[in-house]
C-alpha cells in the first residue's frame, strides 16, 4: 500500500523552472530593486475598508444572505459603556471602517459602509450632524474650513466638502484609487495609490503634482514616500523638500518588506510603522538630531494607527484589540486591551478617541489609563511564521479558575474580546487564543492549549468556552482532563455538519467549519458531571429565517435546523450536569459578536459570579 | 534591538541564501505542488524563499535547514488553503484538485485511484503525515519538526495514519468491486 502510495506522487519528476521561481522570490524580497520592495508590494492606504467589511460582514452575517451593511447584526452598543478600557462608546452608523480627523473639540468621522459622515462633539458626545456621501470615501482630512473626502469612485477623487453648506461643492479627480492625505502647510497634500501627489489649495487648485505617498506629519514636516526610490522624505511647509531623506527605512532586511504605513512624532522621534497589512508588527525609529534610524523590532500583530500623548507613543492593535504605550526613549511597551478592533486613533483635549470598526461601528473615547487592563501576551510556539499566542488579561480571585476562549476555525482572537474584557472585569484571568492567521484544526488547537499551559504555568481549574468549531478542540482538550471546572459551548458545530451541508446544498460554500474526525470523537470521552453550557443560536434568525427559506427552500432549512438541533442535543447530553441557552437574534456562527453578553451570563452563572 | 547598519543584509547572508535556494528549491517546489497543485505552487514555493530571506539568520544550519524550510512550507501551504477557504468556502474544491492531478500522470488503474481516493479522504493531519513521509521523504525528525511535534508522536500518528489509510482503502475497495465485477 505504502509502495503503492510512493509511486502516485503527483509530483514525481516535476521540476520547477529556477529561473523563474527565484524572479518571482526577488520579486517577493525586492531584491530586484536593490533591497527595497517593488512598486506593486507597496502599501495601498486604504485596503482597510474593505478588509474591515469583509472581517465584519463574514463575523455577523450568515453568509448566505445578502449582506445589508448598515443593518448587520451588531451587539449592543451600549453594553460596552462602562466596559474597561471604554470612557464613552458612541454609537456610529455601523459597518466598516470609520477615519475621523479632528477640528477643535469636534470630531468628523466618516463611514465608509454608511456612506455618511457624521460630526461629533467631544465635549457632549452627541452627534451634531449627519451627512449622506455619495459614493465609496473613506479618508477624511479637515482643512482650510473645509473638509477633504477621499473618494474611490471615478478612478479617484477628493470631495471638498463645505461644513457651513452641509454638501460637496468641489470634487477633483486625482488619476488612481486614494492613498494618504494630509492638511500641511495651509494646502491638501493627497497621493494615489499609483504613487502621484498632488498639492492642493484650500480653492481646490492643483498647485503641484509629483511622484510621492503621503506617510504622514511629525517634526513639522510631511513625510513623503518616493514610491520610485523607497525613500522617505520631508516637505517642510514651505514646500522645500528633501531636508531629511531616511535613507533605507524601506526593504526587506529593515521591517517586513512591505514599506511603511504611517509615521508619528512621539517624544521627539519620527516613529515609522510597519506598511503589512494586515500583520504588520514593527516599529522604527528616526531622530532627526543624529540622523539615526533604528528597528525597534516587533510589538504585536496588526499595528494599524499611532498618535502622541504626554510624551508617549500610543499605538492600536486591529487584530489584537491592544493599545500599546511606547516609552519612546527604551521602546519598551506597556500593553492595554480594549474591546474592539480599532480603525484610528486622534487625541482631543488629551484624551485619546479611537474609532472602532468591530464590533458595531463606534467612536469610543478611551478610559484614563489607570481604567486600562493589561494584557500578557504568553507566546507559546515561535512558529515559523505565525507564533501561537495566548493573551491574558485580567487577575485571579483566590482559587479562581484560568478562563480559556477557543475561537472557532474562521475568526481571530479580537473577536472574544468583549467577553474577555467583560469576565476579567469580574475578577478573573482570561486567556484567548491569540489565533490572527495561519492553518489549524480542532486537534491542533487542542494541542497547542496544551503545551501553553503547560509551558506558560498557568494555574488550572480551567473553565472553558469554545465558540463554532472550537467546540471540537475545546472536546479535545477537556478529555481526560482533571482540572476543567467548566465548559461552555458557544454555538458547537454538529459533528458532520460540514458534509451534510454540503449534501443538501452543493455548491453554496460555507464558512470553513473545521470537522471533527470521526475517529477522532468517536474516542472522546463524555464530561461526566463537569457543569456545561450550550449556547445555541436562535433558529428563526438564521435556518428559520425567511431569507434563508426562500434561497434554499423549506425543506432543505428545516432538515439543517433539525440536524444542527439534535447536534446541541448532543453536545448538551455529554454531561449529566449541563443546561441550554438560546440567544436569541443571534446569527449563524456569530454569538460571539452580536451576543457576548450571553457568553459573559452563562460563564458567570457556572462561576456563581455576579457581573461585575 | 539594533541599529539599522547592524540589520543590513551582508553579503554573506545573501551567499547563503543563494546557496539555500539552489539547494532546496526544487524540494520546496515540489512539496506545494502535492498540496496545492500546479496553478498556485509557484507563489506559496516563492513565499516559503521570501520567509527564508526575511528570517535568513534564523535559518538553522546543516541538516536542520531541509527540516525549516519544510516547515515554513507547511504553514504557507496552510495558509493558501485557509485564504482559499475565505474565498471561496470550497475547501472540498482544492481536495478534489489534490486527488485529480495525480491523474494525470497515471495510466487509468482502480487500484491506484482507490489508495488516492482513501488518502483524500483521510482527516488532513493523517494525510499530511503520510504525505511528508511518503512523498517528501522526510526523516521522523524532520516531520517532528515541521509539525511540532514529539518524534515518539510521530511514530504514533504515522502508525495510526497507515492503519486509516489501508482501512479506507479497503472500505472503497468492498464498495466498488460488487460495481465493477456487474460492469
Same mark, same amino acid.
Given at each position: 500500500?505504502?509502495?503503492?502510495?510512493?509511486?502516485?506522487?503527483?509530483?514525481?519528476?516535476?521540476?520547477?523552472?529556477?529561473? $523563474?521561481?527565484?524572479? %518571482?522570490?526577488?520579486?517577493?524580497?525586492? %531584491?530586484?530593486?536593490?533591497?527595497?520592495?517593488?512598486?506593486?508590494?507597496?502599501?495601498?492606504?486604504?485596503?482597510?475598508?474593505?478588509?474591515?467589511?469583509?472581517?465584519?460582514?463574514?463575523?455577523?452575517?450568515?453568509?448566505?444572505?445578502?449582506?445589508?451593511?448598515?443593518?448587520?447584526?451588531?451587539?449592543?452598543?451600549?453594553? +460596552?459603556?462602562?466596559?474597561?478600557?471604554?470612557?464613552?462608546?458612541?454609537?456610529?452608523?455601523?459597518?466598516?471602517?470609520?477615519?475621523?480627523?479632528?477640528?477643535?473639540?469636534?470630531?468628523?468621522?466618516?463611514?465608509?459602509?454608511?456612506?455618511?459622515?457624521?460630526?461629533?462633539?467631544?465635549?457632549?458626545?452627541?452627534?451634531?450632524?449627519?451627512?449622506?456621501?455619495?459614493?465609496?470615501?473613506?479618508? /477624511?482630512?479637515?482643512?482650510?474650513?473645509?473638509?477633504?473626502?477621499?473618494?474611490?469612485?471615478?478612478?479617484?477623487?477628493?470631495?471638498?466638502?463645505?461644513?457651513?453648506?452641509?454638501?460637496?461643492?468641489?470634487?477633483?479627480?486625482?488619476?488612481?484609487?486614494?492613498?494618504?492625505?494630509?492638511?500641511?502647510?495651509?494646502?491638501?497634500?493627497?497621493?494615489?495609490?499609483?504613487?502621484?501627489?498632488?498639492?492642493?489649495?484650500?480653492?481646490?487648485?492643483? %498647485?503641484?503634482?509629483?511622484?510621492?505617498?503621503?506617510?504622514?506629519?511629525?517634526?513639522?514636516? +510631511?513625510?513623503?514616500?518616493?514610491? *520610485?526610490?523607497?525613500?522617505?522624505?520631508? /516637505?517642510?511647509?514651505?514646500?522645500?523638500?528633501? $531636508?531629511?531623506?531616511?535613507?533605507?527605512?524601506?526593504?526587506?532586511?529593515?521591517?517586513?518588506?512591505?514599506?511603511?504605513?504611517?509615521?508619528?512624532?512621539?517624544?521627539?522621534?519620527?516613529?515609522?510603522?510597519?506598511?503589512?497589512?494586515?500583520?504588520?508588527?514593527?516599529?522604527?525609529?528616526?531622530?532627526?538630531?543624529?540622523? $539615526?534610524?533604528?528597528?525597534?523590532?516587533?510589538?504585536?500583530?496588526?499595528?494599524?494607527?499611532?498618535?502622541?500623548?504626554?510624551?508617549?507613543?500610543?499605538?492600536?492593535?486591529?487584530?489584537?484589540?491592544?493599545?500599546?504605550? @511606547?516609552?519612546?526613549?527604551?521602546?519598551?511597551?506597556?500593553?492595554?486591551?480594549?474591546?474592539?478592533?480599532?480603525?484610528?486613533?486622534?487625541?482631543?483635549?488629551?484624551?485619546?478617541?479611537?474609532?472602532?470598526? =468591530?464590533?458595531?461601528?463606534?467612536?469610543?473615547?478611551?478610559?484614563?489609563?489607570?481604567?486600562?487592563?493589561?494584557?500578557?501576551?504568553?507566546?507559546? *510556539?515561535?512558529?515559523?511564521?505565525?507564533?501561537?499566542?495566548?493573551?491574558?488579561?485580567?487577575?485571579?480571585?483566590?482559587?479562581?479558575?484560568?478562563?480559556?476562549?477557543?475561537?472557532?476555525?474562521?475568526?481571530?482572537?479580537?473577536?472574544?474580546?468583549?467577553? =474577555?474584557?467583560?469576565?476579567?472585569?469580574?475578577?478573573?484571568?482570561?486567556?484567548?487564543?491569540?489565533?490572527? $492567521?495561519?492553518?489549524?484544526?480542532?486537534?491542533?488547537?487542542?494541542?497547542?492549549?496544551?503545551?501553553?499551559?503547560?509551558?506558560?504555568?498557568?494555574?488550572?481549574?480551567?473553565?472553558?468556552?469554545?465558540?463554532?468549531?472550537?467546540?471540537?478542540?475545546?472536546?479535545?482538550?477537556?478529555?481526560?482532563?482533571?482540572?476543567?471546572?467548566?465548559?461552555?459551548?458557544?454555538?458547537?458545530?454538529?459533528?458532520?455538519?460540514?458534509?451534510?451541508?454540503?449534501?443538501?446544498?452543493?455548491?453554496?460554500?460555507?464558512?470553513?467549519?473545521?470537522?471533527?474526525?470521526?475517529?477522532?470523537?468517536?474516542?472522546?470521552?463524555?464530561?461526566?458531571?463537569?457543569?456545561?453550557?450550550?449556547?445555541? =443560536?436562535?433558529?428563526?434568525? /438564521?435556518?428559520?429565517?425567511?431569507?434563508?427559506?426562500?434561497?434554499?427552500?423549506?425543506?432543505?432549512?428545516?432538515?439543517?435546523?433539525?440536524?444542527?438541533?439534535?447536534?446541541?442535543?448532543?453536545?448538551?447530553?455529554?454531561?449529566?450536569?449541563?443546561?441550554?441557552?438560546?440567544?436569541?437574534?443571534?446569527?449563524?456562527?456569530?454569538?460571539?459578536?452580536?451576543?457576548?453578553?450571553?457568553? @459573559?451570563?452563562?460563564?458567570?452563572?457556572?462561576?456563581?459570579?455576579?457581573?461585575? | 534591538?539594533?541599529?539599522?547598519?547592524?540589520?543590513?543584509?551582508?553579503?554573506?547572508?545573501?551567499?547563503?541564501?543563494?546557496?539555500?535556494?539552489?539547494?532546496?528549491?526544487?524540494?520546496?517546489?515540489?512539496?506545494?505542488?502535492?498540496?496545492?497543485?500546479?496553478?498556485?505552487?509557484?507563489?506559496?514555493?516563492?513565499?516559503?524563499?521570501?520567509?527564508?530571506?526575511?528570517?535568513?539568520?534564523?535559518?538553522?544550519?546543516?541538516?536542520?535547514?531541509?527540516?525549516?524550510?519544510?516547515?515554513?512550507?507547511?504553514?504557507?501551504?496552510?495558509?493558501?488553503?485557509?485564504?482559499?477557504?475565505?474565498?471561496?468556502?470550497?475547501?472540498?474544491?482544492?481536495?478534489?484538485?489534490?486527488?485529480?492531478?495525480?491523474?494525470?500522470?497515471?495510466?487509468?488503474?482502480?487500484?491506484?485511484?482507490?489508495?488516492?481516493?482513501?488518502?483524500?479522504?483521510?482527516?488532513?493531519?493523517?494525510?499530511?503525515?503520510?504525505?511528508?513521509?511518503?512523498?517528501?521523504?522526510?526523516?521522523?525528525?524532520?516531520?517532528?519538526?515541521?509539525?511540532?511535534?514529539?518524534?515518539?508522536?510521530?511514530?504514533?500518528?504515522?502508525?495510526?495514519?497507515?492503519?486509516?489509510?489501508?482501512?479506507?482503502?479497503?472500505?472503497?475497495?468492498?464498495?466498488?468491486?460488487?460495481?465493477?465485477?456487474?460492469?
Amino acid at each position: 500500500m505504502i509502495e503503492l502510495l510512493e509511486s502516485l506522487d503527483p509530483a514525481k519528476n516535476t521540476e520547477v523552472d529556477s529561473v $523563474e521561481l527565484r524572479a %518571482l522570490v526577488d520579486e517577493k524580497v525586492g %531584491l530586484s530593486t536593490q533591497m527595497r520592495p517593488s512598486v506593486s508590494r507597496r502599501w495601498k492606504a486604504w485596503p482597510i475598508a474593505a478588509a474591515g467589511f469583509a472581517v465584519v460582514v463574514v463575523a455577523v452575517v450568515p453568509w448566505l444572505f445578502q449582506p445589508d451593511p448598515i443593518n448587520l447584526l451588531v451587539p449592543d452598543l451600549a453594553s +460596552l459603556n462602562g466596559t474597561a478600557g471604554v470612557d464613552r462608546l458612541i454609537p456610529l452608523a455601523a459597518g466598516g471602517v470609520q477615519t475621523m480627523d479632528v477640528d477643535g473639540e469636534t470630531i468628523w468621522v466618516m463611514s465608509a459602509l454608511a456612506g455618511k459622515l457624521q460630526k461629533v462633539s467631544a465635549l457632549s458626545g452627541a452627534i451634531e450632524a449627519s451627512y449622506d456621501i455619495d459614493g465609496h470615501v473613506e479618508g /477624511v482630512v479637515v482643512g482650510g474650513s473645509y473638509l477633504w473626502l477621499s473618494s474611490y469612485d471615478h478612478d479617484g477623487e477628493v470631495l471638498r466638502f463645505d461644513p457651513e453648506a452641509g454638501g460637496v461643492d468641489l470634487v477633483i479627480p486625482i488619476g488612481g484609487m486614494p492613498g494618504g492625505s494630509e492638511w500641511f502647510g495651509e494646502r491638501l497634500w493627497v497621493s494615489n495609490q499609483s504613487g502621484d501627489m498632488f498639492e492642493i489649495s484650500a480653492m481646490g487648485e492643483v %498647485l503641484s503634482t509629483r511622484r510621492g505617498d503621503v506617510k504622514g506629519q511629525g517634526m513639522g514636516y +510631511l513625510w513623503i514616500n518616493d514610491p *520610485d526610490t523607497g525613500l522617505i522624505s520631508s /516637505v517642510s511647509p514651505d514646500g522645500a523638500t528633501d $531636508e531629511f531623506v531616511i535613507p533605507t527605512v524601506e526593504g526587506a532586511d529593515t521591517m517586513s518588506g512591505w514599506g511603511i504605513r504611517k509615521v508619528a512624532e512621539a517624544g521627539g522621534f519620527l516613529w515609522l510603522m510597519d506598511g503589512d497589512y494586515p500583520f504588520g508588527t514593527n516599529l522604527s525609529r528616526f531622530d532627526p538630531e543624529t540622523g $539615526e534610524f533604528r528597528s525597534m523590532g516587533g510589538y504585536t500583530f496588526g499595528l494599524l494607527d499611532m498618535v502622541e500623548l504626554g510624551g508617549s507613543l500610543w499605538v492600536t492593535s486591529h487584530t489584537d484589540h491592544l493599545l500599546l504605550k @511606547v516609552d519612546p526613549d527604551s521602546g519598551e511597551a506597556v500593553r492595554y486591551a480594549v474591546p474592539g478592533k480599532v480603525g484610528g486613533l486622534s487625541v482631543v483635549d488629551d484624551e485619546i478617541w479611537a474609532t472602532f470598526y =468591530q464590533p458595531g461601528g463606534a467612536l469610543v473615547k478611551l478610559g484614563r489609563e489607570q481604567d486600562l487592563v493589561e494584557s500578557r501576551d504568553v507566546v507559546f *510556539d515561535d512558529w515559523s511564521l505565525y507564533p501561537y499566542r495566548l493573551l491574558c488579561t485580567g487577575s485571579s480571585v483566590e482559587g479562581g479558575p484560568t478562563i480559556l476562549l477557543e475561537p472557532f476555525d474562521w475568526i481571530d482572537y479580537g473577536s472574544w474580546s468583549v467577553v =474577555q474584557a467583560q469576565l476579567s472585569a469580574s475578577g478573573y484571568v482570561v486567556c484567548a487564543n491569540g489565533y490572527v $492567521e495561519g492553518e489549524s484544526t480542532p486537534a491542533q488547537r487542542a494541542a497547542d492549549l496544551k503545551q501553553a499551559l503547560d509551558e506558560s504555568g498557568l494555574p488550572g481549574p480551567y473553565l472553558l468556552v469554545g465558540a463554532g468549531d472550537g467546540a471540537h478542540s475545546v472536546r479535545l482538550f477537556a478529555d481526560g482532563r482533571t482540572d476543567v471546572a467548566g465548559v461552555v459551548l458557544v454555538d458547537p458545530m454538529p459533528l458532520g455538519f460540514a458534509m451534510f451541508y454540503d449534501d443538501l446544498l452543493p455548491g453554496w460554500g460555507h464558512p470553513p467549519w473545521s470537522d471533527l474526525d470521526v475517529g477522532e470523537s468517536g474516542a472522546l470521552g463524555d464530561l461526566g458531571g463537569i457543569p456545561l453550557t450550550i449556547i445555541g =443560536q436562535d433558529s428563526s434568525s /438564521v435556518f428559520g429565517s425567511d431569507r434563508f427559506i426562500v434561497g434554499a427552500g423549506r425543506e432543505t432549512a428545516e432538515a439543517l435546523d433539525e440536524y444542527w438541533q439534535n447536534g446541541l442535543e448532543f453536545y448538551a447530553s455529554l454531561s449529566t450536569n449541563s443546561n441550554s441557552v438560546v440567544a436569541s437574534g443571534s446569527g449563524l456562527d456569530a454569538i460571539v459578536s452580536t451576543k457576548p453578553d450571553v457568553i @459573559v451570563a452563562a460563564v458567570l452563572a457556572q462561576l456563581g459570579t455576579e457581573p461585575n | 534591538m539594533s541599529t539599522e547598519s547592524d540589520r543590513v543584509q551582508p553579503s554573506v547572508s545573501q551567499n547563503r541564501f543563494d546557496r539555500l535556494f539552489d539547494d532546496y528549491h526544487q524540494a520546496i517546489y515540489r512539496y506545494c505542488i502535492r498540496r496545492l497543485g500546479r496553478v498556485d505552487a509557484d507563489d506559496a514555493s516563492a513565499e516559503v524563499f521570501a520567509v527564508a530571506w526575511r528570517r535568513i539568520d534564523d535559518v538553522p544550519e546543516d541538516e536542520a535547514t531541509r527540516a525549516w524550510l519544510f516547515g515554513v512550507a507547511y504553514r504557507v501551504v496552510g495558509n493558501q488553503f485557509r485564504s482559499a477557504r475565505r474565498r471561496t468556502g470550497l475547501s472540498r474544491r482544492i481536495a478534489v484538485q489534490r486527488i485529480e492531478e495525480p491523474h494525470e500522470v497515471i495510466d487509468a488503474n482502480p487500484t491506484a485511484d482507490r489508495v488516492l481516493e482513501a488518502l483524500s479522504s483521510l482527516g488532513y493531519d493523517d494525510a499530511e503525515i503520510l504525505r511528508l513521509s511518503v512523498w517528501d521523504g522526510l526523516s521522523r525528525t524532520e516531520i517532528a519538526h515541521v509539525l511540532k511535534i514529539k518524534e515518539n508522536a510521530v511514530d504514533q500518528r504515522l502508525h495510526r495514519a497507515r492503519a486509516r489509510l489501508r482501512s479506507k482503502f479497503e472500505s472503497l475497495a468492498a464498495t466498488s468491486e460488487p460495481e465493477e465485477a456487474s460492469a
